[in-house]
């Protein structure tokens, strides 16, 4: 079945970075786009970018260009998610998701609690 | 605040209907017919729930019915039952971007 299942919860200083893995199973890795989400404490989901494993095009959302990388390991069907210069706003769950294909999100992670606390 | 509106509540007595709505802007819910609908549980990832507008994937129950008109997406959902009672967002493409709602709860009394 498809899976995707990321990496453990992380704490970090303001100011550092965070890096969250996101393994997937189950379906043609190089097929299908993964987003990457993230929700603050009793917020809406924000979506943060996305990437086609099978070419490395990205996309970010504005607000995060220039402190969010996304890549892929085709080798490991691995998805990952950097993000720099963190701050208490940072802090969220943050969750990969698959794209179907169709416009929509059809199989997510467990999700990754990112916690920036001084 | 989020790109989509959505009211931060409904509820509904069992076996009832209750209809969530979803407003954005042209560029996103009104410019594609890309609209979304998660359920979330409090301590679980969203699960989709409708894409596209309209359709459903395999498995999730035809209670569930989304439509667009202009700018607004609304969800359906019929025959409440008490499992129903979850968050629920909406989501919209936005032209190489996705944007979300808020959320809003809904309470089977």
């Known amino acids: 079945q498809i899976q995707l299942v990321q990496s453990g919860a992380e704490v970090k200083k303001p100011g550092a970075s965070v890096k969250v893995s996101c393994k997937t199973s189950g379906y043609s890795f190089v097929t299908y786009d993964t987003s990457w989400v993230r929700q603050a404490p009793g917020q809406g989901p924000e979506w943060l970018g996305w990437i086609n494993a099978n070419n490395g095009n990205t996309r970010y959302a504005q607000r995060f260009q220039g402190r969010l990388t996304l890549t892929a390991d085709t080798s490991t069907t691995t998805t990952f998610m950097e993000l720099r210069g963190l701050t208490s706003d940072d802090t969220s769950i943050y969750y990969c998701a698959r794209l179907g294909p169709f416009y929509g999100m059809d199989a997510w992670g467990q999700g990754t609690t990112v916690i920036v606390s001084s | 605040q989020s790109a989509l509106t959505q009211p931060r509540s409904v509820s509904g007595s069992l076996g009832q209907s209750v209809t969530i709505a979803c407003s954005g802007a042209?560029?996103?819910?009104?410019?594609?017919?890309?609209v979304s609908w998660y359920q979330q549980y409090p301590g679980e990832a969203p699960k989709l729930l409708i894409y596209d507008v309209t359709k459903r994937p395999s498995g999730v129950p035809d209670r569930f019915s989304g439509s667009k008109s202009g700018n607004t997406a609304s969800l359906a959902i019929s025959g409440l039952q008490h499992d129903d009672e979850a968050d629920y967002y909406c989501?919209?493409?936005?032209?190489?971007?996705?944007?979300f709602g808020g959320g809003t709860k809904v309470t089977v009394l």
């Open positions: 042209t560029m996103s819910v009104g410019g594609y017919n890309y």
């Open positions: 989501s919209s493409y936005a032209g190489k971007s996705w944007v």
